[in-house]
């Protein structure tokens, strides 16, 4: 005789898979060596998009697109906090 299949919630929590909360998800990231690369890439994909749309709605010419666009990529570099040096100086 078989023992009796679980029934309710119980049967979703026994599930083998993990449970991420957003605390958890946020733990990892803080943990993670690249998340300033991630942020930046947060930033730059943003600001690509908020002008994507801008300037299809705005009906721009495609030139000063790449000009605000690239602009805006080079000047957030410039503002970033600089990487650090390998060598320690």
Request: no cysteine; proline share 11%; aromatic share 10%.
């Amino acid at each position: 005789m078989s023992p009796p299949e679980p029934s309710g919630s119980a049967a979703v929590s026994d599930s083998p898979g993990p449970s991420w909360s957003p605390l958890v998800v946020v733990a990892i990231a803080d943990a993670l060596p690249w998340r300033g690369l991630l942020l930046d890439l947060l930033v730059v994909t943003a600001w690509v998009l908020a002008v994507s749309v801008a300037f299809r709605q705005a009906d721009l010419p495609s030139w000063l697109y790449y000009v605000v666009a690239l602009g805006g990529v080079v000047a957030y570099s410039l503002v970033d906090v600089p990487w650090p040096s390998v060598g320690g100086d």
